[in-house]
């Protein structure tokens, strides 16, 4: 900082770290929420609260929320809204659970179980999330019906389609293969996952100073190497910890001796493996970094957002938004799928009242990720820390031993002043009128 | 950015129309808001349209913009009738539009909003930082004093909002240029700047048409001007032929005046 002998001390020095490191003030908020949410119940369960285990169940919990958030975000910056999320969860976690269990197996002639029968399962849940999620779009997009409609509509219609999928019965899961996606059966261990997170930290540095390159071959001004060392050090540092973290929970032995004898072996004594990275965590951190790439640098993202300030403007500009709004839409219907695997594998069945009421937690997290419901603005880490924070509350009250409606009753009243929140500090900054 | 390469003003051919817009109407549920009305514009030449409101001169450049279809008439560009049925079209024929409500995504920084639609890609993903570099260079010339690049455009004033409309339409070697009142939101230096923009633009053989509330503007700014009463076309004038009063009586009265009636 060269300008440090002209800057006022206190305050404005403090500002001008935040101003020079470019931190998002509005992500600031949240990570301090989410720590304080974290703070207190630590003291309050005696530690237990970030615990490898707990941190580990809280991860796991939170990705079919988080997911379908991602999508959720483009869905509201667009001006539209999707009620119908939790709907088409359960539509996609129908069709996949009968055609793994009963509808392959018919037609191939195989045992249920067979990797290829999940495999063409998962294709087929996928191809359906994003079929539905287009028909919405096009009734949006095309037929001019507002969204809030169509997807109400929706709501109803998935819900009960569902029910006649699966005949209104419950769909017992086994197979191991499909349980991989839903967390505790499908872990990377300690080894897989620190080389992974050895090579994710090594990424966000190389992105960070690649961006800082393009940049100055322009010959704009870019931050101070300090500071971009700093926020390397900060990202790294976040990394490497959540994965160590969940590589010190350790698989409890009794499973252990089961997954050996499943192979036919006696486990040696005194033999022990972590859990380290679940697979769905791995599944919404790939889901989380695709959608911040298209978000940001792709013409897609770009002309969501656009359509988002101003509808007319975009559509001025020569952007296609009808067939925009049928993407945005079908994206969102792929991850409603995404979701449903690993919600069923997470919960070992498909039952009727998978996903209800889960739109409601999608469009919070969404929200309380900073995502404006008058569109234009929102951002998919955003989104996921909205939905992490949501989690973190309703498991730490859990735990705490508060009763299911007084959870509900927080959330709500987290998701009111979240907004409330954002609403004074824009109002602070003059941004909004 | 204005290609420097492109002929000399005097090899543009000034004698053809570059846009003849022949016998055009629309109508909205059964007002018609354009009828049967016809308009030309030359290379080099800023044609003003002026009218009441609902005089019907917006609907009708619009239909030239993409952002209406016309029911009737035909368009023609250089003498080849087009078809021009939306935004993207209106771009392919080199139809440049600023309008009235400047049509920015509020959003938006000033780079995305001027390369909105045409995002400049590298390897597939938008170079943020070239457009920005580019940005700055045509911000540079049009309004040197221009300096917030990585804001929103609405933590801009109008005339910079303006003047990224016009970045807009002039990075793209527009041919044909549609300006709808492009001062009404600004202050008398940054009016100033637009005029001079224009007299440019046309010095470069570009058309533009302007549509234009303040006769002043018109006279100064005009070579010929077309005069629109509900709907209907009263009359196009060469600006040199007429007076101040001619016009206004043309708008109010939607009468030409006697002089040049006969």
Same mark, same amino acid.
Request: net charge positive.
């Given at each position: 900082m060269s300008d440090q002998g002209l800057s006022a001390p206190g305050t404005a020095q403090r500002r001008s770290v935040i101003d020079t490191l470019e931190i998002d003030v509005r992500l600031l908020g949240m990570l301090m929420a989410f720590a304080a949410v974290a703070v207190v119940f630590t003291i309050w369960t005696g530690g237990t609260f970030v615990g490898p285990r707990n941190v580990f169940n809280i991860a796991v919990q939170t990705v079919p929320v988080a997911i379908m958030a991602c999508g959720m975000v483009f869905v509201i910056v667009a001006r539209h809204i999707d009620l119908s999320v939790g709907s088409m969860l359960a539509m996609c976690s129908a069709i996949m659970a009968m055609s793994q269990t009963t509808w392959l197996p018919s037609v191939f002639g195989t045992e249920y179980g067979n990797p290829a029968v999940l495999g063409v399962t998962v294709v087929i849940g996928l191809a359906f999330g994003t079929l539905m999620g287009a028909v919405t779009g096009w009734l949006v997009g095309y037929q001019r019906i507002p969204s809030f409609i169509v997807t109400l509509g929706g709501l109803f219609v998935w819900r009960n389609v569902n029910w006649f999928t699966t005949n209104g019965q419950s769909v017992s899961l086994t197979d191991p293969n499909l349980l991989m996606f839903g967390g505790t059966e499908g872990v990377l261990g300690a080894t897989a996952s620190w080389v992974l997170g050895l090579i994710a930290a090594a990424i966000a540095v190389w992105a960070i100073f690649a961006s800082r390159r393009n940049k100055q071959s322009h010959g704009f001004i870019v931050k101070p190497v300090w500071a971009e060392a700093v926020m390397a050090g900060l990202i790294v540092g976040a990394i490497l910890f959540f994965v160590g973290w969940l590589s010190r929970y350790p698989i409890p032995e009794a499973k252990l001796k089961r997954l050996f004898e499943a192979k036919g072996v006696v486990m040696p004594e005194g033999y022990t493996a972590m859990h380290g990275l679940p697979i769905s965590v791995l599944i919404l951190i790939a889901v989380g970094v695709v959608m911040t790439v298209v978000a940001r640098k792709t013409t897609f993202g770009r002309y969501i957002f656009a359509m988002g300030g101003n509808p007319d403007a975009a559509e001025l500009s020569g952007i296609n938004t009808r067939a925009l709004t049928v993407k945005i839409f079908a994206l969102m219907g792929f991850l409603c799928a995404l979701a449903a695997l690993v919600a069923q594998a997470r919960l070992q069945s498909h039952g009727n009242d998978i996903g209800m009421l889960e739109e409601l937690r999608v469009i919070a997290a969404a929200v309380i990720g900073g995502t404006a419901l008058a569109g234009g603005v929102g951002t998919i880490y955003g989104a996921i820390l909205g939905a992490l924070i949501m989690q973190s509350l309703q498991s730490g009250m859990a735990m705490v031993g508060v009763d299911t409606p007084f959870q509900n009753i927080v959330v709500g009243l987290v998701l009111i002043i979240a907004v409330w929140v954002d609403i004074i500090y824009r109002k602070r900054l003059g941004l909004s009128k | 950015m204005i290609d420097r390469s492109k002929p000399p003003v005097d090899a543009v051919d000034r004698t053809k129309p570059l846009v003849e817009m022949r016998d055009i109407s629309i109508s909205f549920g059964g007002i018609k808001a354009v009828d049967h009305v016809s308009i030309d514009l030359y290379p080099g030449e800023v044609v003003g349209l002026l009218g009441h409101n609902g005089a019907g001169k917006s609907t009708l450049i619009k239909c030239l913009s993409g952002a209406y279809r016309k029911d009737a008439g035909q368009i023609l560009i250089n003498g080849q009738e087009v078809e021009i049925n939306n935004p993207r079209d209106a771009r392919d024929q080199n139809i440049e539009t600023i309008y009235q409500t400047l049509a920015l995504a509020d959003n938006l920084d000033a780079a995305s909003n001027l390369f909105l639609g045409r995002e400049i890609k590298k390897r597939g993903i938008v170079d943020d930082a070239k457009m920005e570099a580019e940005a700055r260079k045509i911000m540079g010339r049009l309004?040197? $004093? /221009?300096?917030? /690049?990585? #804001?929103? &455009?609405?933590?801009?004033s109008g005339g910079q909002r303006q003047s990224v409309a016009i970045a807009r339409a002039v990075y793209f070697n527009a041919k044909i240029l549609i300006m709808d009142e492009p001062t009404a939101a600004l202050g008398p230096h940054e009016t100033q700047m637009v005029a001079e923009l224009i007299q440019e633009l046309k010095a470069q053989g570009l058309g533009i048409f302007l549509i234009e509330h303040d006769i002043h503007n018109v006279m100064k700014l005009c070579d010929r001007a077309s005069v629109m009463k509900n709907g209907q076309l009263v009359g196009t004038v $060469? #600006?040199?032929? &007429?007076t101040d009063d001619d016009i206004l009586g043309m708008i109010i009265l939607g009468k030409k005046p006697a002089h040049l009636a006969a």
């Open positions: - | 309004n040197p $004093n /221009f300096r917030k /690049f990585s #804001v929103p &455009v609405s933590a801009l $060469n #600006v040199k032929d &007429v």
